[in-house]
């Protein structure tokens, strides 16, 4: 929508915050968007893709490339493995939803991750004790400079915690255009200890769990906990799960000794944010038309506001809250556009 010679992008962002742009377009191939990247116009546009992991925090003046590639297939195959390729602009669910369909096993505990399968290597998304780098074969990337096509395998990548090289040293520099997973033809390897993902499959009288029942119990799990954001304006989980030294945890352990915690290697500790956040009192917690959801305290909530700073506002006041009482800093999953 046009006010004032600028696009709304309120429809494009899943807070549904009011922010604009000078210009807008929507890309359906590679090769559109090669030719757009030329246009002098769109030299420094913002890439955007579901919208789901961003926070806008004022109009823009940079101009916006909506990606929407589509396309899910079979590109390689052996007996045991199926590399699929996905469009950048698939909707991350429904590439989930066909993987499970084909009986393609991997990424059933990633169900219902909001978002484009675009971002998924940028953020290095995850879930339920799955992340994409266990299942990653490469991508497929545009570079905003030059145009040329470059197809980036994991060791590229430069995988972490909710990080990879697009949001270090590669920042800005590529488009995502597709992503290839590896995904297993049988014999699953199932993860099932995260969370309650065990407890959900038992209510469900699942007792010898395939893939199909796992993603239909983390789908039955974040439909009970996370608002949609159809109805409710959020972006998911606002804030990583903090990584902190065993020593650290330890030291929390012992003032805390209910504390949820998971071991990452044999030097770190992850402690879920949700139960900081919790603890320190603002699960549910609204001031005005933003706070943190009443179900799961991790999701930040636009209760009716059209300010993307007055959510980052709130999410600040939380950071500090958790900093005080615990020594952790948080720090925001969602990138804020300024």
Known sequence: MKKNNTVSL??????GVAASTPLFVEIKSSLALQEKLKDEAFKDALILGGGSNILFLADLSKPVIKISIPGIRIINETEQIAVVSAGAGVVW????????????????????????????????????????????FDAVCINRKTGESRIFNAEDCDFGYRDSAFKNDLKDAYVVTA?????????????????????????????????EDVAKAVVQIRTSKLPDPKKLGNAGSFFKNPIVPKGECARLLLQYPNMPHYHIDGAFDKIPAGWL??????????????GMHDKQALV???????????????AKLVMEGVEKKFGISLEPEVNLIR
């Open 10 to 15: 309120q429809e494009y962002n899943t807070f």
């Open 93 to 136: 669910h429904d590439l989930v939803m066909w993987c499970v369909a084909n009986n393609l096993g991997g990424i059933e505990n990633l169900s219902l991750i909001p978002g484009l399968v675009g971002a998924a290597p940028i953020q290095n998304i995850g879930a339920y004790g799955v992340e994409l780098s266990d299942v990653f």
């Open 179 to 211: 992503v290839r997973l590896a995904l297993t033809k049988k014999n699953h390897s199932l993860k099932t200890d995260y969370g309650n993902v065990n407890e959900t499959l038992a209510q469900m009288g699942v007792t010898k769990p395939n893939i």
């Open 277 to 290: 956040i919790e603890q320190a009192g603002f699960k549910g917690l609204k001031k005005g038309k933003v």
């Open 300 to 314: 930040l909530v636009n209760y009716g506001t059209s300010s993307g700073k007055l959510l980052w506002k709130h």
